[in-house]
Every structure is written in structure tokens, then in C-alpha cells.
């Protein structure tokens, strides 16, 4: 509440090695915590601790250039989250979608191909593929495969069924679910990202290769996210 230079005082007086949490309740705390940090090496914490940091780089107060990209989009979830699975409800209701459960993925019975090929047979309707299912079917595929055995093949999965569905066209994607998005984003070879307007409270559209790209955690977003990113991600 004293203000970035009170922030720095306290900073600098820690003399180990050390991580540093610096709490905030309003938006002006962020900004002020934003000043504070011009010097530190490393920053991690929830989206709001980025409110402060554009004015480090000389960006405060300047609004990016945004169009979006033409072309076809597609959904692709792997939250498990109750936020998410109200998102894959409501989006289903109209659009044309396909459950990827665990167990079709381990006895290889789904595979990335097949999926990938339902969506682009699908793609003029901006097609959904999920594997967030309920809390207790996920515990159950994690008893009979092994947790992180499971997560790893859904990741690859995805990963895969992204690089297909670009490769057959697809411009717009929205993800959902944070390793998803991390293994989308990697089987897609994209590095760097410009970030371009607000979706919801945390979710920025993007761009990168000629993609227009969302990438959302779990609880993020209303549920109409997925409608409201293919949206905001097109440029038609």
C-alpha cells in the first residue's frame, strides 16, 4: 500500500537467495508491484501480475494492432476442470463434437489420425474433440495405466491431431486446458507468440505462422469461451 518504492526497500533487503511472494488485493497494488520488479530476474504468479509490467518497456498506454486470421477453426480440450466441462457442454449442444476417453487412447482404439479426420470432414462447423471427463472417470484410467502414463499419451495426442489439422488447413485454434495448450503449442513448432486482445480475464487471442491461436487454463472463461474465442480469433 506504501508504493513500488517501499516494494523495492523491502526487496533489497533480502540478502539469500530467496523467493519473494508480494501479495495484492486491487489493481493499483499490481501496478505498483509491476514498478517494483523493473530489476528482477524472474517474475511468476497469476495473469494480474502482468497489469504492471508493460510500462517497464516503455508499452504503457499503447494498444496493439489486432485482425485475426481467415479460416477454419477447431476446438481442441484437454481440461479436466468444472469450468471446462461446462464449456465442452454448451459448445456440443450445437456443434458437432468427439469424446477422446482415456481408454480408447491407451488400447490405441482412438488414435490422432482418426480423430483429426473427423474434425476436417467436420471442419465447416468448427469442430470439438475433448477428453475432460468427470473427476472420477479420470481417477479411474490413472489406477489402471498409471497417472502420468495416461497424460502423456493424451498430450501426444493432441499434439498430433494439432499438426494434422494444420497440415489439412485449420487457422484458428482454441485449447483448452494448460498441458494441452503447452504440448499443442509445442507439436506445432511455434516458439514466440504476439499477443493481441482480452478473450476473458486472462486469456489473450494470439498469433504466430499464420495461426490465430487461444490458449486457456482449465477454470478460465465463461461458458461460452469457445464460442467467444473462434470469434475473436477470426478475421472475417
Request: with cysteine; aromatic share 6%.
Amino acid at each position: 500500500m506504501q508504493g513500488a518504492g517501499a516494494i523495492s526497500q523491502a526487496l533489497r533487503a533480502v540478502t539469500s537467495p530467496s523467493l519473494v511472494v508480494v501479495d495484492a488485493i486491487t489493481d493499483d497494488n499490481l501496478l505498483e508491484i509491476g514498478k517494483a520488479a523493473k530489476g528482477c530476474k524472474l517474475i511468476t504468479g497469476g495473469s494480474g501480475v502482468a497489469l504492471g509490467l508493460p510500462a517497464n518497456f516503455g508499452l504503457s498506454g499503447r494498444k496493439a494492432r489486432w485482425s485475426g486470421v481467415q479460416g477454419a477453426g477447431a476446438i481442441l480440450s484437454g481440461s479436466c476442470s468444472a469450468a471446462t466441462r461446462g464449456q465442452v457442454a454448451a459448445y456440443a449442444k450445437n456443434h458437432p463434437s468427439f469424446e477422446i476417453r482415456a481408454d480408447q487412447v491407451m488400447s490405441n482404439e482412438v488414435t490422432a489420425l482418426r480423430v483429426a479426420n473427423w474434425m476436417l470432414d467436420n471442419i465447416d462447423t468448427a469442430p470439438l474433440a475433448y477428453s475432460s471427463a468427470d473427476p472420477a472417470a479420470v481417477a479411474a484410467a490413472q489406477a489402471k495405466y498409471g497417472g502420468d502414463t495416461v497424460a502423456t499419451k493424451i498430450e501426444a495426442m493432441f499434439a498430433s491431431i494439432a499438426k494434422l489439422l494444420m497440415a489439412g488447413g485449420v487457422k484458428r485454434f482454441v485449447i483448452a486446458g494448460g498441458e494441452t495448450s503447452g504440448a499443442v503449442v509445442a507439436g506445432l513448432g511455434i516458439k514466440a507468440m504476439e499477443i493481441g486482445p482480452e478473450i476473458a480475464a486472462g486469456v489473450p487471442a494470439m498469433r504466430a505462422h499464420g495461426l490465430a491461436i487461444a490458449l486457456k487454463s482449465g477454470n478460465f472463461g465463461d461458458v461460452d469461451f469457445f464460442e467467444a474465442a473462434l470469434k475473436t480469433l477470426d478475421a472475417s
